[in-house]
């Protein structure tokens, strides 16, 4: 690792992309974007899966692991930790119902709010969420892994997702008992951070971001701006 250039992967779902809707974040704007124009000399790798689990990008990270990063920065838990109104295996299975899938879907859109209520669903459960967040973490002993907190949610988002609030807070806590003090904490976001569907990076969510890895990445006594050699 150390006749490399100095590496950082980005492992992460679609919130670290640009986005058209609901509204326009272009990639200039990203913070990946952002942090390649402040660091030239650095080698930046971006993998973004929209809708991605953490068991998602557990499985990418046996590709990633071979580019040996000097960092690795994880973002992950929305999907996750979203009440839903059925599972995905139910999803698929609910798609492939000839004639009937579309209006089945819109009945369990038009009364979501009572159905994640009652059958309180998430994609993945507490404890197989932190069980992925730890395989990530030793399969990257050799870097610096950081995770990103998953972003508050607002009075409103809590209203049209019942229990999404209590569901960030608890999902966030296993990301800090795994990464401790590489946590990048986002409980500073409030609604003005995020788009108008309540998780996806606005230009001012992505800018904050950017200013918090643009600090850990110059906290590194090693990384000098411009000079990307080890010391």
């Not at 779902?13 to 986005?19: A, E, Q, W």
């Not at 058209?20 to 790798?45: A, G, M, R, W």
């Not at 409980?187 to 200013?211: P, R």
């Not at 006594?221 to 050699?229: A, P, Y």
């Amino acid at each position: 690792m150390n006749n490399q250039k100095f590496r950082v992967v980005f492992l992460t779902d679609s919130l670290s992309l640009p986005r058209d809707v609901p509204e326009k974040v272009s990639y200039e704007e990203t913070f990946v974007y952002l942090l390649k124009q402040e660091y030239p000399n650095i080698e930046f790798i971006q993998f973004a899966y929209g809708g991605a689990t953490i068991s998602d990008l557990r499985n990418q990270a046996d590709y990633l692991k071979s580019f040996s990063p000097n960092i690795l920065i994880l973002q992950a838990g929305i999907v996750d930790c979203a009440p839903r109104t059925i599972t995905r295996f139910e999803s698929d299975f609910i798609s492939r119902i000839p004639f009937l899938s579309k209006f089945i879907f819109r009945i369990l859109k038009n009364n979501a709010s009572s159905i994640r209520k009652t059958r309180r669903i998430t994609y993945t459960n507490p404890r197989s969420f932190e069980e992925n967040l730890k395989k990530i973490n030793s399969m990257f002993n050799d870097s610096r892994v950081y995770a990103i907190g998953i972003l508050p949610a607002s009075l409103n988002y809590e209203r049209k997702v019942p229990k999404i609030t209590s569901n960030i807070l608890l999902f966030n806590e296993k990301l800090k008992s795994v990464f401790r003090n590489n946590f990048i904490d986002t409980s500073d976001f409030d609604e003005s951070y995020v788009m108008s569907d309540f998780f996806h990076l606005n230009k001012k969510g992505h800018l904050s971001i950017y200013k918090k890895l643009n600090f850990i990445i110059t906290s590194n006594s090693e990384i000098k701006k411009g000079n990307t050699s080890l010391e």
